[in-house]
C-alpha cells in the first residue's frame, strides 16, 4: 500500500480541497497529514487522519519586526518536516499550498519523493511561486494559472463528493423552510466574516419578508434571537445541504466557494474580502462576473439597500441563469486522483483517471 502524505494550511481554503481528494484514496493507500497546528490540525483530525505538526512561520503582510526571524525558522521548520519524513518515507507528497506546506515540499524535495501541488487562485500564492519548481506538476483550478508555469496543468478545482448530492426537499425540511420563498445562503468563510456577518445582520429586515435566510457565520459568532426565517449555524458539515436549499449564494470569494457553487449552477453575489489581503479573492470574483457567472459586491459598498439589490438581481438574472447552465465545470479530484497514483507509482504507464459518482444537483 503506498504512503501518501498531504500537506497545506493557514485557511480552511486549503484544507478542505485536500480532504476531499484523502477521502477518495483513503482505503486504497495509507493517507497521512502535516501542517501547522491552526485549521488543518483541527480538520484533519476530525476527518481521522494522522496528523504530524510542524511549526511554520507566516510572513506577515505589513512590516513588523517579527518577518526578520522567518529565514531561521522555516530553516528548522525543513529540518523538523525531514526528520518526520525520512521515517514515514511516502512515495508522494501532495501540496494545497499555503505557508503550512512550506516545510513538507521542502524536505520531501531534498529526500527526492515526488511532490505534486495545486493551486485554487487565478493568481497563484506566494509559497506556488516558491516551491514550483519543487514539484512535479502543479496542478491549476484555472486554465490560464497553468500557462504561468513550465510545469504547469489544469485540472479544474476539487470538489467533495458530498457537497455535490445535497437533497433540497430533505434540506428544505431539516432548516425548516417551506416552499414559500426563495433561500439566500450567507457564507462567511471558514471562520466566519466579521464585515459580511455585520452587514447582512443589518438587511435582515430588508430580507426576511421575501426570503428565508440561512448563514454559516463562524464559530462564536451566532446572534442572540434570531428573528423567524432566519437560520444561523456556526459550523455546518452537511454543505449538500446547505447548498441545496438555497437559490442565491451570498459569500467571499474564496476560490473553492466559487467552484462549489458553480459546480451546482448556484447564481452568487460575492464580496470579495480586500483588505489585509494579496487580492486573490477579487481576482477570482471579476473572472467570474466577466463571464456572467456570478454578480460582484465590493465591501466599500456594502449596505442593506445594496445587499437586498444584488441579492434580487442575481435572483432574477436570467443571464446568469444561462451562463451557469452553459458553463463546463470541472471536478478534478479525478484527475489529481489518477495522478497521485501515477507519480506515487513512477513506472505506471496507467495514467486514465478513474470514474467518480459524483450525485449531480
Not at 521515517?87 to 501540496?95: E, G, H, I, T, Y
Amino acid at each position: 500500500m503506498k504512503t501518501i502524505l498531504f500537506t497545506g494550511g493557514g485557511s480552511a481554503g486549503h484544507v478542505v480541497p485536500n480532504l476531499a481528494v484523502m477521502n477518495e484514496i483513503r482505503y486504497s493507500h495509507r493517507v497521512l497529514y502535516m501542517g501547522t497546528g491552526g485549521i488543518e490540525k483541527t480538520l484533519v483530525t476530525q476527518s481521522g487522519f494522522p496528523f504530524f505538526q510542524v511549526d511554520c512561520p507566516k510572513l506577515e503582510r505589513r512590516f513588523t519586526l517579527s518577518n526578520f526571524a522567518i529565514p531561521l525558522r522555516l530553516r528548522r521548520a525543513v529540518s523538523e518536516a525531514k526528520k518526520i519524513l525520512e521515517q514515514l518515507r511516502p512515495d508522494l507528497v501532495f501540496s494545497k499550498g499555503g505557508y503550512a506546506s512550506f516545510p513538507a515540499v521542502n524536505a520531501a524535495y531534498r529526500l527526492k519523493i515526488p511532490v505534486l501541488t495545486h493551486e485554487s487562485d487565478l493568481s497563484p500564492g506566494l509559497c506556488t511561486k516558491l516551491i514550483a519548481r519543487k514539484c512535479r506538476l502543479v496542478l491549476t483550478s484555472f486554465p490560464e494559472t497553468a500557462l504561468r508555469f513550465k510545469n504547469g496543468r489544469h485540472v479544474g478545482s476539487p470538489v467533495r463528493r458530498e457537497t455535490l448530492c445535497g437533497d433540497r426537499d430533505r434540506a428544505r425540511r431539516k432548516y425548516g423552510f417551506s416552499a414559500e420563498k426563495p433561500v439566500l445562503l450567507v457564507l462567511g468563510g471558514g471562520s466566519g466574516s466579521r464585515t459580511v456577518n455585520a452587514a447582512v445582520r443589518e438587511a435582515l429586515p430588508l430580507l426576511l419578508p421575501h426570503w428565508y435566510v440561512l448563514h454559516l457565520c463562524g464559530k462564536g459568532n451566532a446572534m442572540e434571537n434570531p428573528p423567524q426565517g432566519y437560520v444561523q449555524r456556526e459550523f455546518e458539515s452537511d454543505m449538500g445541504s446547505a447548498y441545496s436549499c438555497s437559490d442565491v449564494v451570498l459569500a467571499r470569494a474564496g476560490s473553492n466557494t466559487v467552484f462549489e457553487a458553480l459546480a451546482l449552477g448556484k447564481r452568487a453575489v460575492y464580496v470579495p474580502l480586500e483588505r489585509n489581503s494579496r487580492g486573490d479573492q477579487l481576482e477570482n470574483a471579476l473572472y467570474f462576473q466577466r463571464k456572467k457567472l456570478c454578480a460582484l459586491l465590493r465591501e466599500s459598498e456594502l449596505s442593506p439597500e445594496a445587499i437586498e439589490t444584488a441579492v434580487n438581481a442575481a435572483y432574477s438574472d436570467e443571464t446568469m441563469r444561462a451562463a451557469l447552465l452553459r458553463a463546463q465545470f470541472q471536478n478534478a479530484t479525478p484527475t489529481i486522483v489518477a495522478l497521485i497514483k501515477e507519480y506515487a507509482s513512477p513506472r505506471s504507464t496507467d495514467t486514465k483517471s478513474p470514474v467518480l459518482s459524483d450525485c449531480k444537483h
